[in-house]
Nanobody, 124 residues
Framework: QVQLVESGGGLVQAGDSLTLSCKAS????????VGWFRQALGKEREFVAA????????YYTDSLKGRFTISRDDAQNTHFLHMNNLQPEDTAVYYC?????????????????WGQGTQVTVSS
């Protein structure tokens, strides 16, 4: 089993950038597709991005493409979410995720493993 721990959340101002990290322990990390979801207060969990293990193909939700970038460092069992030009509507708890058999869907059920989440708050 894979255990995931996020870090890097915090309080920022609109227009700032922030990078989240997710460190994995146990399991064969390099063979998992990894990614991020977020959940704002009172809203459903939303797919943000994913990056495949075999060829590093990336997937993004359309509304965030261009501002958010996902990357991974398999040597460090870590993946990242680089967020630019943050806006108040980006305020949410961000969860890192991992999947052994990802098919490209944005459905949360695609992902077998979840971190505890890290809060990102963007003030206006």
């Amino acid at each position: 089993q894979v255990q995931l721990v996020e870090s890097g959340g915090g309080l920022v101002q609109a227009g700032d950038s922030l990078t989240l990290s997710c460190k994995a322990s146990r399991g064969t990390y390099s063979r998992y597709t990894v990614g991020w979801f977020r959940q704002a207060l009172g809203k459903e969990r939303e797919f943000v991005a994913a990056i495949a293990w075999r060829d590093s193909i990336t997937y993004y939700t359309d509304s965030l493409k261009g501002r958010f970038t996902i990357s991974r460092d398999d040597a460090q069992n870590t993946h990242f979410l680089h967020m630019n030009n943050l806006q108040p509507e980006d305020t949410a708890v961000y969860y890192c995720v991992a999947s052994q058999f990802y098919t490209g869907s944005t459905n949360p059920d695609q992902f077998d493993y979840w971190g505890q989440g890290t809060q990102v708050t963007v003030s206006s």
